[in-house]
């Protein structure tokens, strides 16, 4: 499958944004093994690039590893030759929309009004991250009149609602805080807890 078709179909993009860069490999494999396929690992969380190589080196294609927080053209050059294969920003920057089509990876700006969902797409996006995500009902409001753009909602995405957001229209979610507590350290039981909770996502999403 392509990069947009792993993203529709396995719907989940995990975010880790601050974890420690000795953990994330770990975390992402815990993830992978609970069923989830998408990762993003954000620019302005410590040394991300080194992060996103250690990843994409240990599970390879078996995890679908992308750079967040991107905010200009350089940035997601950098994180293309990381491993990056998909570009996500919390705004709509032209330049970076550019240079992930330029770099052959998918591009996902954020934008939250119908307008800026709009010029986004028109600009060569891929797929929208709507951001913040307020509400599914939103979601079901922007895709009525717009049903040709790929929605991605995230930022206040949770296992209650996660079902509702898709059900809504979008084709998958970003998922931080929900999903994944960098704040704790990753012991054997907090693997557990992590693995069982993400499986929760996933089951929630296919449901």
Do not use: W
Request: one cysteine or more; aromatic letters at 4%.
């Amino acid at each position: 499958m392509s990069v947009y078709e792993q993203i529709t179909t396995h719907k989940i993009i995990a975010i880790l944004r601050g974890a420690p860069p000795s953990e994330v490999v770990q975390i992402a494999t815990l993830l992978y093994h609970s069923g989830i396929r998408l990762l993003e690992i954000t620019m302005n969380s410590e040394s991300p690039l080194q992060a996103i190589e250690q990843v994409a080196d240990q599970l390879g294609d078996e995890m679908i590893i992308g750079a967040g927080t991107v905010l200009d053209a350089a940035t997601a050059a950098d994180a293309a030759s990381a491993g990056a294969r998909f570009i996500l920003s919390p705004i709509v920057k032209e330049p970076v929309i550019a240079a992930a089509k330029k770099l052959g990876v998918i591009s996902i700006p954020g934008a939250y009004t119908a307008t800026e969902i709009y010029n986004a797409f028109e600009m060569g996006a891929d797929i929208i991250k709507v951001f913040p995500a307020t509400s599914p009902a939103y979601i079901k409001d922007i895709a009525g009149p717009l049903p040709q753009i790929p929605l991605l909602p995230t930022g206040g995405v949770t296992l209650d609602n996660i079902g509702a957001y898709l059900k809504a229209g979008a084709v998958g979610c970003g998922v931080g805080s929900a999903l994944v507590n960098v704040k704790q350290k990753m012991t054997a039981a907090d693997a557990d807890v992590l693995k069982a909770h993400a499986r929760r996502f996933v089951q929630a999403v296919h449901a």
